[in-house]
């Protein structure tokens, strides 16, 4: 999977492009009728999804096919995984063996196991008979070999744990700390694979109603030439500037991150071309590879397509796609905009050159590129208004005045596109470097930003369900593949009308077999974390774990949070990022979100789960095993752990992020107003710069130590200025346990209380503490507010001792985990009440004030040193 190690040399493009089906769609093609039958399996497959995906699926499948979709969904993986992935790497390449037949065929059968006898299984209430559980545990072993195969050994060795976990964790040899009483095996295969708890849970669940059709929907985009289109575009706008070949590979492949879920297709799509004009302009082989690949692994956390663990957030965080990817956009952006910025200082660090003959118009070039976002999203915005006249003018038509208007504006955009030549790939070995210019080459793509804009229109105004909003731009992608050949040679004025329609159809089928292979690896990747989550589920090891990591956390949350991270990497150097997500979330989640209110610190739930999402695509960049720098170095003929090693330091800002927005939630932009929306997204801006300046020793010129540390430290006082603001003016004043109902009764109503309650733990009988808010409600004085929120207090012996809430009060659920019947009392240690505080945003000015300062310093050493900034 790397360059050749006698002399590191480039991997010509037909290995490139092995390397990229070994891992994402299957190293096995065999030819003829093989061949086809796998192809039509495929494009089945993926018009299966299509129509489950579609208004009308209750019509057209039948309600029991429906009702079992993920049964099915698995049952195509399984096969298509059996076929397409080689169980060793001698195995046969061109030809399937027969073996692999036998295991296909069987995985889809016990896949479908729980729709041939669905109402055997209801009726037994999804308790395994003796024939269910041998079905059962066959389908486990077939799913395991099918995962090892498509996505190596490390998934089904972990799967493999938990399960062995399932039944011997009553056994002496494992530790007494998360020994449990185990499980018969007929019980077991009744959680993890008749009902839907195991392997058949959520995150197959997810996989089925919504990856599969945002998987599809980037095949065939790419398919129709948008990735082409996408990074010519980067090319025209970025390319003339100093480090140019590097910021468009940055831009691009933030564009084609869209189309591409895999961070190693994206690495080799975009490398090929940008990589030799990175090494062109000065980049070393491991310094381009490593820009592609931190460009390219961040596409997943680009709305707004993120990758598979965003629909996932979806169902375990409990919100909808569009508040995910609100939460999610500014720490992505911002995020972007620090990469590039990291090439332009190696850039002006190196004093490297510009590509072409063009004038170079840095201010031109980012107004232009500001222009062209705001008017996109001027776009997706404004169509509501349209559509709005249309539906009020004729409401019982609407739906089909609309797909009219839109196939006129499709029609139009094409005809835009005939008018110049289509955009071939370039060379980027080519003797002269020609560059693309933006007014020439714009035409040929705009019809390639309509399926994007009616996705962002379902998703985001509309706010429909992420399937349904994919399928109408997958439809769309249909009436584009078929109809753009033949009408751009009708606008041309050409005669080969037959030929063009026979192209189009060949590429969209070609789109429908791509997307299909494409998710082989997730679709096993989310069945065999399902059994991962189901061991959890049934074993309760997840609060053992809570207690654990707990313990050697010492109860310091940021201790913590590094050893999430930590086991983010670990894992993910053998898991893909789904897999790692849904394992790493289910286990630690809840966990991070308790012992911040034990540290009185509030985390929201979706903080957390950003956080660990980021963590995990950091896998793919991490050595020693980093997948996506083993891809990059194959295509410049680098050094592949010293590539890992640069994208992770140029990845620095994605590691320090998620440790940003835990403890300062405006990043992601939660309970903000537009205006401070607004502020924290140009002060995170401006602190994203100031600390990627910090890191990389490089601000107006080379920085001194202390320069360094001091941009480092604006750039923490801009990302949390609370925490300084909270030193200098308290932003809570504690109020002793005997005064709070006197404390409630004299506050505002709606005002949030912070309370410390402290008592012995339900499960282990050690004395806890953790930290609730309430909200004061409007009755008449404070004993009366503190019952409606469910405290039941007694006073005694000095202490406000409690009684268990109400079932159904506001705090009874936070409060769930004490002991209030042991020998030691729960109590109110302590309560905070908000008293009104300077704005913390004052803390920007001297933070601004230093960073003027050092730039002065700066601008003068550069004058006199006579070196170009």
């Not at 997840?542 to 050697?552: I, N, R, S, T």
Request: proline fraction near 5%.
């Amino acid at each position: 999977m790397s360059a050749d190690p006698q002399g590191n040399r480039p991997l010509s493009e037909e290995e490139l492009q092995e390397l990229v089906a070994s891992s994402d769609a299957g190293a096995r093609d065999p030819a003829g009728n093989v061949g086809l039958f796998l192809a039509i399996v495929a494009a089945i497959w993926s018009i299966f999804q299509v129509v489950l995906a579609s208004p009308l699926s209750n019509v057209i499948l039948p309600g029991s096919i429906v009702n079992n979709a993920r049964q099915f969904h698995l049952a195509f993986a399984l096969f298509l995984a059996f076929a397409a992935y080689p169980a060793l790497k001698s195995s046969p390449r061109n030809y399937i063996p027969i073996q692999d037949w036998i295991m296909g065929v069987l995985g889809a059968g016990v896949a479908l196991y729980g729709y041939f006898f669905y109402d055997k299984i209801v009726n037994a209430g999804g308790l395994a008979d003796d024939v269910d559980k041998w079905v059962a545990l066959g389908g486990l072993l077939l799913l395991f070999e099918a995962a090892r195969r498509a996505l190596g050994p490390a998934m089904a060795i972990i799967a493999t744990i938990f399960l062995a976990y399932v039944f011997f964790g009553s056994s002496e040899w494992v530790p007494e700390v998360i020994r449990w009483k185990g499980a018969s095996l007929k019980k077991a295969m009744s959680h993890m694979w008749i009902t839907s708890e195991g392997v058949f849970g959520i995150a197959l669940g997810v996989s089925t109603k919504f990856v599969f059709l945002f998987v599809l929907f980037g095949a065939m985009l790419d398919k129709a030439g948008a990735g082409n289109y996408f990074i010519k575009m980067a090319f025209g706008a970025l390319g003339h500037l100093r480090g140019g070949p590097a910021k468009a590979a940055v831009v691009g492949s933030a564009a084609t991150g869209l189309i591409s879920g895999s961070s190693i297709a994206n690495v080799v799509t975009t490398g090929t071309f940008t990589i030799p004009l990175m090494k062109r302009v000065g980049f070393s082989s491991e310094q381009a590879g490593s820009v592609e690949v931190a460009s390219s692994v961040n596409g997943q956390i680009m709305p707004p397509v993120m990758g598979a663990a965003a629909f996932l957030m979806v169902e375990y965080v409990g919100i909808s796609y569009v508040e995910v990817i609100t939460h999610a956009f500014l720490p992505a952006a911002i995020s972007y905009i620090a990469l590039v910025y990291i090439v332009h200082l190696e850039a002006v660090k190196r004093n490297m050159p510009t590509l072409g003959d063009r004038d170079v118009h840095l201010a031109r070039t980012v107004v232009g590129m500001l222009m062209f976002f705001l008017v996109f999203a001027g776009l997706c915005y404004g169509s509501q208004y349209p559509v709005e006249a249309v539906s009020a003018w004729a409401p019982s038509s609407a739906g089909l005045i609309l797909s009219l208007i839109v196939c006129a504006i499709y029609v139009a955009l094409v005809y835009l596109a005939a008018q110049v030549p289509d955009l071939e790939p370039d060379d980027p070995n080519a003797t002269e470097v020609k560059l693309p210019v933006i007014s020439e080459i714009y035409k040929a793509g705009l019809h390639y930003l309509l399926p994007i804009v009616v996705l962002v229109y379902f998703l985001m105004i509309e706010q429909k369900s992420p399937g349904l909003s994919a399928f109408w731009a997958t439809a769309l992608l249909f009436v584009i593949l078929l109809t753009q050949k033949p009408l751009k040679a009708i606008f041309r004025g050409q005669s080969d009308l037959a030929n063009a329609f026979v192209d189009g159809v060949a590429d969209l089928w070609q789109g429908l077999i791509d997307g299909a292979r494409n998710m082989i690896g997730i679709a096993l990747a989310t069945a065999t974390a399902g059994v991962i989550v189901g061991t959890v589920t049934l074993t309760g090891v997840g609060q053992v774990m809570a207690d654990l990591v707990e313990f050697l956390s010492g109860g310091n949350l940021i201790l913590m949070l590094v050893m999430v991270g930590l086991l983010s990497l670990i894992l993910g150097m053998g898991l893909p990022t789904t897999a790692n997500y849904i394992v790493v979330s289910s286990l630690m989640a809840g966990v991070v979100v308790e012992l911040g209110a034990q540290s009185g610190l509030i985390v929201p739930l979706i903080a957390v789960h950003l956080f660990v999402f980021y963590f995990g695509i950091m896998a793919d960049v991490t050595p020693p095993v980093g997948l996506a720098s083993f891809a990059a170095a194959a295509v410049s003929g680098g050094d592949a752990i010293k590539t890992g090693f640069t994208a992770f330091f140029y990845s620095l800002r994605t590691v320090a992020l998620p440790f940003v927005f835990i403890f300062n939630t405006d990043l992601l932009l939660i309970d903000v107003t537009w205006v401070e929306g607004i502020i924290v997204a140009i002060f995170a801006t401006i602190a994203i710069l100031v600390f990627t300046a910090g890191t990389m020793g490089y601000f107006l010129t080379h920085s001194r130590i202390y320069e360094s540390v001091a941009l480092i430290a604006i750039a923490f006082a801009l990302f949390r200025p609370d925490f300084f603001m909270d030193r200098i003016s308290p932003s809570h004043l504690e109020v002793e346990p005997a005064g709070f109902v006197q404390a409630v009764g004299e506050v505002e109503p709606g005002t949030e209380l912070r309370v410390v309650v402290s008592g012995p733990d339900f499960d282990t009988g050690n004395m806890t503490e953790t930290t609730v808010v309430v909200t004061v409600g409007t009755e008449p004085d404070g004993a009366a507010r503190v019952e409606a929120m469910g405290f039941l207090l007694i006073e005694e012996d000095g202490l406000v001792k409690m009684d268990e809430p109400m079932f159904g009060a506001p705090i009874a659920d936070d409060l769930a985990n004490f002991d209030y019947y042991g020998d030691e009392p729960v109590r109110i240690a302590s309560a905070d009440l908000p008293v009104s505080q300077p704005p913390k945003q004052l803390i920007y000015i001297p933070a601004m004030l230093l960073l003027g300062l050092i730039a002065f310093l700066q601008r003068g050493r550069a004058a006199r040193q006579e070196v170009p900034a």
